[in-house]
């Protein structure tokens, strides 16, 4: 049962090849036995979850059940869970313990879906390796002694070992499709409003998307059908339409103009990694696909735009945990003063009080117009790039990063090397483009992705090409040789 697809697991309980109990156990097992060596899950709620998959079983006996109803999956440690620890990866929210579900679990939920448990990220999704967790780093499934990727990378790791068959994270610079490309997986993120954002802990708020990874496009599309659509209590919920994201996936992509932007297969790009995208682009010509060369001019410009933008944003966000309504407390503060600097000090870690003290800058007086109002103006510009790229092309196309996962420490102590990682996905949240990674070979026994990135609200155009990529490749199904025993 755990190496089936979201769609392969519909038709199975439909058709009562097995319980939602029975596959709720098959992976909760996989995660007891095989987790310790990935390190992907903080919290694991098994009692709910087989509580929740003996209610699915009775709604599919009687005839009431939803399409996600019974089929498990695991959720970013980001999300309010109520009643379940939601950590953001962090020491300041060990503790934490909330009051109500975030719209995205509330929708899961009323579908019937089951939550096997919260997986590790990168402290408050501040990061592109996964390292940057207090409860420790996530291994990569393929070879433990690579990065995931991150700030998704539990989610990430977790799909690709087989101990959920889906997940959903969150992508505020690329910490969905980096991870995905990392892990070998299928990762979307949404046009940024398309998915509410209420109850997900806020790291940057004009970036942050929520969206789903699995194995194939396929599952994708049926996890952001229950996802999507506005939210009255989220005032950054787009009220665009939403639609049945699998009805397009089988259209031919005769006609399909996708552009490449120039940019992105310049000197940073690593040599076997390009010709392993190059490879999937003829794939995609060959199914009828044309290929348009285009020009991206600015996209020099989205490291330093993006690291002012959003360490700005996140230092506002961060501001509320201060030791005093909720999350870690320093103890027997003498004074205000000091249960403010030291609960931070010990609850944040290095990379969040980095861009903290980054955003805090740009903000302060005689700086905002400098740094934060000249990166906002550089931002429109960037966006005017896609926009003018989408009058020629359907689709933009390239490598979702510029090599295969590194190893463990190996960046940690150079946080330049590490932002560089993210150099081809952070213009995508700039704009609130949807775009997502596919899985597009092996370099050395590690995954790489294709990214593709779409107009605003066409996710399900970039659903269809991915899916018909997977029509005609096996990437997205090859699996980490440790991790397909344990529970069948």
Known sequence: MHNKSVAQLIAGLRAKHFSSVELTRCFLDRIGSLDPQLNSFISVTEDTALAAAAAADQRLADGTAAELTGVPIAHKDIFCTQGIRTSCGSRMLDNFVPPYDATLIKRFDELGAITLGKTNMDEFAMGSSNENSYYGPVRNPWNTDLVPGGSSGGSAAAVAALLAPAATGTDTGGSIRQPAAFCGITGLKPTYGRVSRLGMVAFASSLDQAGPMAHTAEDCALLLNAMAGHDPLDSTSSPEPTQDYTAQLDNKLDGLRIGLPSEYFGDGLDAATGERIDAALQQLEAQGATLVEVSLPNSQLTIPTYYVIAPAEASTNLSRFDGVRYGHRCTDPVDLHDLYTRTRGEGFGDEVKRRILVGTYALSAGYYDAYYKKAQQVRRLIQQDFMRCFEQVDVIAGPTTPGPAFSLGAKSDDPVAMYLEDVYTLAVNLAGLPGMSVP?????????????????????????????????????????AAMTGGAA
């Open 440 to 480: 597009a070979g092996f370099v050395d026994d590690k995954p790489v992705g294709l990214q593709l990135i779409g107009q605003h609200f066409d996710e399900a155009r970039l659903l269809n090409v991915a899916h018909q990529y997977q029509q005609v490749s096996d990437w997205h199904l090859r699996q980490p």
